[in-house]
């Protein structure tokens, strides 16, 4: 399953810091602009609420009749009004209004000795919220934020207390409301949220600055580290990371310096174990020449001799004969190896026609009878004729002695490369075997005989065929039976390693 692709650690750090910064830069100015905006209309409220008490409360106004007519509450209006707010007075449904309706949208206040506006009395009244002119009727002084025109404004009503002749005051019925424009408090309250936004501008600029020097700061040992750890894997056992102060990372540091440190002193030792146990092979192997050199004489003499002999000494000669060959092969077998594990291997290159190479190699060994082959004719390929040889017997040998008739030997070539294909018809190999087949000394029962075979055939065969360049691999056939593949190149480097 294909891992989800996921942001680098440099844009989650930097992803973190400006989110983080976003959130707590529009917490605070959010939050100080709700303050400020509250506080800001507070004050406007409690001033023009406050300048209206004391307005209507320092006029005694006298009635002429019963039921004032709009004459008379133009005259309560015009006392109450001044030059930035509209003053509406209402009685039992007439009403009268005078004012103006707040300074001009661009700002400027008007003039004081300019005429007033003409006002459209009957939006001037529907703009009186139902509420609060209910609140107002009875009694209450009441006020209430409206928006009239696109433009805020502050409705302040009040019951009206009139004078009587003998100079008391008496609720009158009629009510006056105030409209006062709150737009230089919206300007304020508008400069407030343009700045709010500014300073969340400046402060996510200054959070990825900050999170581009934190993200330094730690990506660049985290770096250091994912290089020392490729240089590490790579084989590169001396690689270790600088040690710079005393936190988290620096912890991970030393860690990864011990590890390599150990990781370096276990390899050396199981080189050196390992180179031990290679010149101990060869050693013995080759020590091993002269007495087997000898036994094998005496044996070709029992083996001679064995037919003459009494049946139980006849047999034990035979046995004696036998196991001193397997026992040379084994040691050539060791040999052989040895010489690839110290890399003294070479080839020995001639020119040579593939298709009789191999019926060479079938013949030399009897094999030319049961082994069914298909090799076209006129495949020549720069090739070590001794090694293939070695390869073609190991590959042929097992596939009579473990496989099932017929065996077949099938060539095959492209410009650049020759295939050999030796297969069997038997039951072909267990899928948990076909991974072993090449590992030395592998067998694939422990049932099989000591005398079958040292278990390095086929650990020759491809160390053979790479030294070549090319390679050898095994499945088992669709029909059944084991096919081993073997892939040469037609032009086999030069020993030296150059090109030909």
Not at 148 to 154: I, S
Not at 170 to 177: F, K, P
Not at 187 to 208: K, Y
């Amino acid at each position: 399953m294909t891992p989800r692709p996921s942001l680098g650690l440099r844009a989650r750090l930097l992803f973190a810091f400006a989110l983080l910064c976003v959130v707590t830069a529009a917490a605070v100015s959010g939050a100080m602009y709700v303050q400020a905006r509250n506080d800001i209309l507070q004050r406007a409220q409690d001033g023009a609420v406050q300048a209206m008490k004391n307005r209507v409360q320092t006029t005694l106004f006298p009635l002429r009749s019963a039921a004032p007519g709009p004459d008379e509450l133009g005259e309560i209006a015009r006392a109450v009004v001044d030059q930035y707010s509209l003053v509406v007075a209402v009685y039992h449904g007439e009403y009268s209004v005078a004012g103006a309706l707040g300074p001009p949208p661009g700002g400027r206040r008007p003039d004081e000795n300019a005429p007033a506006p003409p006002i459209a009395p009957a939006p001037t009244v529907a703009a009186i919220p139902p509420d609060l002119r209910q609140m107002v009727a009875g009694g209450v002084v009441a006020w209430q934020r409206v928006v009239w025109r696109g433009a805020p404004y502050l409705v302040i009503g009040t019951p009206l207390l009139i004078a009587e002749q003998n100079r008391t005051t008496r609720a009158s019925g009629i009510e006056v409301y105030v409209a006062r424009s709150l737009l230089p408090e919206q300007r304020s309250i508008d400069e407030l949220a343009a700045r709010a936004w500014l300073t969340s501008g400046a402060a996510l600029a200054f959070a990825v600055v900050l999170a581009l020097l934190a993200t330094r700061g730690v990506l660049r040992p985290v770096r250091e580290l994912g290089r020392a750890a490729r240089l590490l894997g790579e084989g590169e056992l001396r690689t270790r990371i600088a040690v710079r102060g005393s936190d988290e990372l620096a912890d991970v540091a030393r860690t990864f310096n011990n590890a390599a440190a150990e990781l370096e002193r276990h390899v050396k030792q199981l080189r050196e174990m390992e180179a031990d146990a290679r010149r101990f092979v060869a050693d013995v192997s080759h020590e091993l020449r002269t007495p087997l050199a000898a036994l094998a004489a005496v044996a070709d003499v029992l083996d001679e001799e064995a037919a003459q002999l009494p049946e139980p000494a006849g047999r034990a000669a035979r046995l004696v004969s036998q196991e001193t060959l397997n026992l040379t092969g084994l040691v050539n077998d060791l040999i052989e190896i040895s010489r690839f594990d110290s890399g003294v291997a070479a080839l020995v290159l001639n020119e040579v026609d593939v298709a009789e190479l191999v019926r060479s190699t079938l013949r030399a060994r009897g094999w030319s009878e049961p082994v069914h082959t298909e090799l076209p004719s006129a495949v020549t390929a720069r090739l070590d004729p001794r090694r293939v040889d070695v390869i073609l017997a190991n590959l042929v040998g097992n596939a009579l002695r473990h496989g099932e008739p017929p065996v077949s030997v099938r060539l095959s070539a492209d410009p650049h490369w020759i295939t050999l294909e030796v297969r069997d018809h038997g039951p072909g190999l267990d899928e948990a075997v076909l991974p072993h087949v090449f590992d030395r000394f592998y067998k694939a029962t422990a049932a099989r005989a000591r005398s079958e075979g040292s278990g390095l055939g086929l650990a020759i065969a491809r160390e053979n065929a790479r030294l070549h360049q090319g390679d050898l691999t095994v499945t088992n056939a669709p029909d059944g039976g084991a096919l081993f593949t073997l892939r040469l190149p037609r032009r086999a480097p030069d020993p030296d390693g150059g090109p030909e």
